[in-house]
């Protein structure tokens, strides 16, 4: 009989979602009517259409391929030359960040990505995660068979936990110790965080003096403000935040924090090409959560060590990883990527975010208006709200769904710092967001 990976066995089962799934059929039976009004903010999955300039692209791709003069089979495993060769331009060379064509490799998504690249890291390194934290980074990790056992706080043994909480603004400072590998995602989910310039520069300092390797999920980056979304009051969001309230007492005036300082990537910060990866998506994007595409960004000059000492380049291992174990994302499916970069394409990506980021807004101010103190939600499509004082993160997703039928996410399915939080995704309809922020403001009172 064959082994199987004793790793998986170490695996929480998975918790959140079906414990999220099953709390909702539960009460859906025992209230039909109210199951008709629910409101679901809790999955982090779009729900607008495809921009057009990508639909029209992918039309085109597969009617070139149905035909003997145009028809294309295998491309190359690590992307086609016409989007590696815009993404460099567009996202990176245009900014003035020095990344080349190939050093950008496609793939069909970056969850997938995230769990990929432990492919070519060796299994002795130390690694340290933000607590909490978008749940693949651990999980593939403890597949990978590079953590102990779990706890009964759901953290694993062997693991550096990096507390993200009020006191740190959600982003953690590089830790005493040493980690050979640092997962960073920022803007965060589920925090809605976002890393200054100066916080950034920390890191990769860190990791040029500990000669540790960053890897930088910016799947958000394009959230990033400022924003410009011509919200039901003709008001226009210059990008400054408003962080809710404390104590229960609103804020008076709105909290101003400067966006300009916020870096799109971690190559933005001297020093990155030596010491990080990137992790990028269109899914957040253009929208491309069921189409499948992202990409990871690894500059040549990123060094690892063998056992022996040697120092030796990450590139040609991701390179032949990618050779050997993929033919590439599917031809049309670029195409559409592609098309995201054209003039219609940014725009239409813009409106898409702006839409989204509008609802961030009303989603915020109502929550803020209910006398929830509200984190994130300015540069990042998820907004961090505190729970009541005493009240536990799924106490509070029971009371969200029985008295306003809204789900949310309960803040501890993020990991143990998550406690006492709940998030609340932004990727929705206006109206259903609209209809979210009135069932808020409805229930300020003192119950709630
Ligand atoms: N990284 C983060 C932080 C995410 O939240 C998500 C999706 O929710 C992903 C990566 C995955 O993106 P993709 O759809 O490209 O796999």
Known sequence: MAYLNENYLKL??????????????????????????????????????????????????????????????????????????????????????EIADDEIFLSDGSKCDCGHILDILGEQNRIAITDPVYPVYVDTNVMAGHTGPVRADGSYEGVLYLPCTIENNFVPEPPREHADVIYLCFPNNPTGAVASRAQLTSWVKYAREHDSLLLFDAAYEAYIGPHLNPLPGGEEDTGRGFLGNQGGRPYAKRQVRVNADIPHSIFEIDGARECAIEFRSFSKTGGFTGVRCGFTVLPKSVLARTESGKR?????????????????????????????????????????????????????????????????????????????PGRTSWQTFDWMLRELNVVITPGSGFGSRGEGFFRVSAFNSRANAEEVARRLRDASGPDS
């Not at 035909?67 to 003035?96: C, N």
Request: glycine residues 10%; contains cysteine.
């Open 312 to 388: 030796l380049s990450l590139h040609p291992l991701w390179h032949r990883r990618w050779s050997t174990k993929s033919n590439g994302v599917s031809y049309p499916v670029q195409r559409g990527a592609e098309a995201l970069y054209s003039p219609e394409g940014r725009e239409q990506v813009r409106a898409l975010i702006d839409h989204y980021m509008g609802n961030a807004r009303i989603l915020s101010e109502a929550a803020c208006a209910a006398g929830f103190a509200v984190h994130g939600g300015t540069n990042a499509p998820y907004i961090w709200v505190e729970t009541r």
């Open 12 to 97: 929480q089962a998975g918790y959140l979602f079906p414990e999220i799934a099953r709390r909702v059929r539960e009460f859906s039976e025992e209230n039909p009517a109210a199951a008709k009004r629910l409101i679901r903010c809790g999955i982090g999955d779009v729900t607008e259409p495809l921009p057009r300039a990508a639909v029209e692209a992918m039309k085109a791709a597969a009617e070139e391929l149905g035909h003997r003069e145009t028809f294309r089979g295998y491309g190359p495993e690590q992307g086609y030359e016409f989007l590696r060769s815009k993404i460099a331009q567009f996202d990176y060379r245009d900014r003035g960040i």
